[in-house]
């Protein structure tokens, strides 16, 4: 697990920058839905068509705060012990991705950032919270592999809720009001429950696997052995748990100021299934159960959420 100094450059910097905000300045509304400004700006959602995909590309994508910051960094480490980098070659890949200073995620940054992007070496792992339909086409044209990253609404939103409250880029809210904003989709990258409907959509196509953050907590191992597969990445069981360990969110927690700097606080909070529990009312519990059934129950993504086991008292 590898500091990139530009990286945590970046986000000191968008900290910092955040701070000078007003409240009403904090978001931006992109064809009708809500982003961090700080982060994404109008002219990078107008460049990201051109963005060029690789056939080896390897694209995660989950909502916010469904472990997208875990899983990227167990993929990075899934990637490395299946590349047989030497010492040199890590050094070398590492300097490439400092020198580019790219943003953590496809929509952040500036627009000349999918230029840079291309002197990226293979494999490239490229994280998003879009939905498919906001991605570039040439994602979907290349037949690149993606990975989509689900969890449970419930823990996403509490989850979301603390980390808005310590995230000087989002406005502060009560949690009642935030629970209404969530479940209205009237927060950064919109609503939830379309996140996920519309990557079920896809779901079926052999380009794409769904895995979600309770699976990864619950057998880390078995979880990257289902990912390795997927990926085409030659791992034996020992590679495999090697990284299940290094890359542990107990293990990045510990590290997180090193690899994230000051973000590190803000990012890493307790990474636990079922903390929902500490904050959701009974009138908010049957509002959630209500909206779940309504939009995702029947569906192949919300049965893998199993809302069953992971949202009910």
Not at 57 to 71: C, E, Q, S, V
Not at 149 to 158: A, H, Q, S
Request: aromatic fraction near 12%; hydrophobic fraction near 35%.
């Amino acid at each position: 697990m590898t500091a990139n100094k530009k990286y945590v450059e970046y986000l000191d910097k968008t900290l910092d920058d955040c701070a000078k905000l007003a409240p009403e300045e904090k978001l931006l509304m992109y064809k009708g839905v809500l982003y961090p400004a700080v982060f994404c700006k109008l002219e990078t959602f107008e460049a990201l068509e051109t963005f060029e995909a690789r056939v080896d590309d390897i694209i995660l994508a989950g909502y916010p705060k469904t472990g997208t910051n875990w899983l990227e960094n167990i993929l990075r480490g899934l990637e490395t012990m299946a590349g047989k980098y030497t010492e040199e070659e890590k050094t070398k890949r590492m300097a490439i991705k400092d020198e580019l200073a790219l943003p953590p995620r496809l929509e952040f940054g500036d627009p000349d950032k999918f230029k840079r992007m291309m002197k990226l070496p293979s494999r490239r792992i490229i994280v998003t919270h879009l939905p498919p339909y906001s991605l570039p086409k040439s994602i979907f044209k290349s037949k690149a592999k993606i990975l989509v990253l689900i969890r449970n609404p419930k823990d996403t939103l509490v989850s979301y809720f603390h980390f808005c409250n310590k995230m000087p880029s989002f406005p502060n809210s009560t949690w009642d009001a935030y629970f209404t904003d969530f479940m209205n989709g009237k927060v950064g990258w919109g609503s939830y429950f379309d996140h996920v409907t519309e990557w079920d959509k896809y779901i079926d196509d052999e380009n794409i696997m769904a895995i979600s953050y309770e699976e990864l907590k619950e057998n880390p191992h078995l979880g990257l052995e289902k990912i390795a597969k997927f990926l085409g990445f030659l791992l034996n069981e020992e590679e495999i748990q090697s990284v299940a360990e290094n890359y542990s969110f107990k293990t990045m927690k510990q590290k997180s100021t090193e690899t994230h700097g000051a973000f590190g606080n803000i990012l890493f909070r307790k990474g636990s299934v079922g903390d929902w529990k500490s904050l959701f009312s009974e009138s908010q519990n049957q509002a959630m159960d209500r909206r779940f059934q309504e939009c995702l129950a029947g569906s192949k993504l919300g049965a893998k959420i199993m809302y069953e086991i992971y949202c009910k008292i």
